[in-house]
């Protein structure tokens, strides 16, 4: 009906009323006769200029389009795909048809005939969905490219628009050099995803997770879903909960409202898995869902490759056997499974072989020689303490204080100089330039000294001479945290050497694993959210690590700084991509840390019951590791943002433009909301 007014009242041109119901495939009586006075063969031409979708059978694909090579030279063949923007030649058109697999370039005879095979299907609006069929020829040999269908073209001898384009696009993603931003491509991700590097990413993330299954499943792991409603605890960071409805009772309006939890990660289910003794090796690819700030490389929801092992070790019974790294705790066994796996997708993705054991370095030795618990040792630009080179009264200032005095040296042919000469920061820091005038006192201004000392000794353990640029700061004598001034410092002057192209990283995947952290820690603002933590002992990692065995007697003791635990991460170029303990399997310990050293009340420890009787039960010694699947995707796929490794993702804030969530719900759904859950609303 509105149709007919629009057409009466002379708003909408016949043609366009015509399109309109070639497009929308309106059927039946027409309120008027939109063809009347329009020959067939205009409607056919209008068909051709405005092409509909095709719904009526259609010759089988043959080929994918990045499959096609020269051994495939004089074949028919039936492609499909999104065809691009054409390019002209002097006697021939080239149109390339591009899907999941790749580009196959298409040739069709220019002419002038308004009925040729090019005035057809130069009129489909490019990325509009073809059916093509056609023949394969070889190119010219001065005219073959590198890649899968370099060597070859297809000769169009006829097509079929599959579904065209019907109205203008918001942007061509097949135009890399004039795309819009990001939150313009996240709104319309169904076209965003077109690119190649995302296809390839995506593609890519699929690969990865088969080989990961593999090597599992040839490690005798057994693939197992866990719920992700689940109750809240406050055992992580902050907690994205749901309502639900309880069956009505008498008392409903007495009752508290009742809500799940979206699983943070599979912690207790995976634990009790293990404590069933039905599963021995437990992993799955585990959806998880945090309250966070965004940020690149974090999403409110998330994936992780989830391991939890049975049996594992409580570190070396050969106490007197020589080491050959810093592996001084348990978890030997997922240690090796995970090397296992790095080692299987480096192989198979990259062709990159690597190391059969990676590094090991220490919480307090990561901290002291980088600055950061997930240190970057792709370059060097190592911290170093002058504790032990300064004079005896200094140090006792330094050891009544409870701090350090340390630095980092940038010598003059360093390809970091001119990074550190120009980098400017909020650190509390200060930069020093090592001139003929300042060489043997350079330290003692900085440390304000009243009387000088040899800096000979100094100057030659740290190789300082004229033209070095000295960076120090001050920390405390006991690390802590996850990083110091000179660590951010020490990333700062690398990121900047980079832009300017004085430093370019290597290639080469750096992996280390960091281990014995401390157990527990005063100082966590995320779970500050969840409990009234402040002057409370946190777990460092979550209240289920088990301590080092060495370090048992200090937890029963209340020396509780002084306990480090079986934790241990792992990190790729000074990104933690995984992280994992040896659980408590001791109810006893268990209940410990959660009454006398978290300090738990009965009603925050109300969530760990059914793990605690489980560990009662007869309960393996166990540990695990959970692996930030796109965190590692991202280093896989060369992007800093695991926004471009996930097919929807959120944006930075958390909110998702495509989907447009979160959003209000119905004024319906919401007066029921309020009225079960009035104690909240």
Known sequence: MLLARALR???????????????????????????????????????HAFPVAHCAPFPARTHTCGVLSSSDAGARVVLTGWILRERKGKDIVF??????????????PRSNDPNSLYARISQVPTESVLLVEGTVVERPLDARRPGSTGDIDVEVNNFTVLNSVHDTLPFLPSNPRNLPNEDLRSRFRYLDLRRTI?????KRRSHVSRVIRQVLENEAFEEVETPIFVRSSPEGAREYLVPTRLPSTSDEAQRPAHFYALAQSPQQPKQLLICSGAIDRYFQFARCFRDEDGRKDRQPEFTQVDLEMAFVSWGDTRSSSPRQDQWRIGGSEVRRVVEAMMQEIWSKVKGIELAKQFKVITYHDAMSKYGSDKPDTRFGLEISSLFDHLPPHVQQTM?????????????????????????????????????????????????????PFDHTEINRHLKIQKGSLIWMGRRSRKPKGASTSLGRIRLAIAELAQIKGKYLPTTKPHFLWVTEFPLFTRSDEDKDHILATSGRWNSTHHPFTAPMFSDIEKLYSGQIEEVRGQHYDLVLNGVEIGGGSVRVHDARMQEHIFSNVLQLSTEEQAPFQTLLHALKCGAPPHGGLAIGFDRLMSILCDTSSIRDVIAFPKSSSGTDLLFKSPAPIDTRRAAELKTAYSVIV
């Open 9 to 47: 009242g002379g708003h909408l041109p016949r043609y366009l009323a015509l399109k309109y119901i070639l497009l929308t495939g309106l059927r039946g009586p027409s309120p008027l006769n939109l063809t009347r006075d329009i020959s067939q063969d205009a409607v056919d031409v209008l068909k």
């Open 95 to 108: 149109f390339p048809l591009k899907d999941s697999s790749g580009t196959t370039q298409l040739i069709v």
């Open 198 to 202: 995302l296809t390839d990413n995506i």
């Open 399 to 451: 050891e009544d204080r409870e701090e350090d005095i340390e630095c980092i040296v940038v010598s003059h042919s360093s390809p970091f100089i001119d990074a550190a000469r120009q980098l400017s920061t909020q650190e509390p820091v200060e930069r020093i330039m090592v001139q003929s005038e300042n060489l043997d006192n350079w330290a003692q201004s900085y440390l304000a000294c009243p009387s």
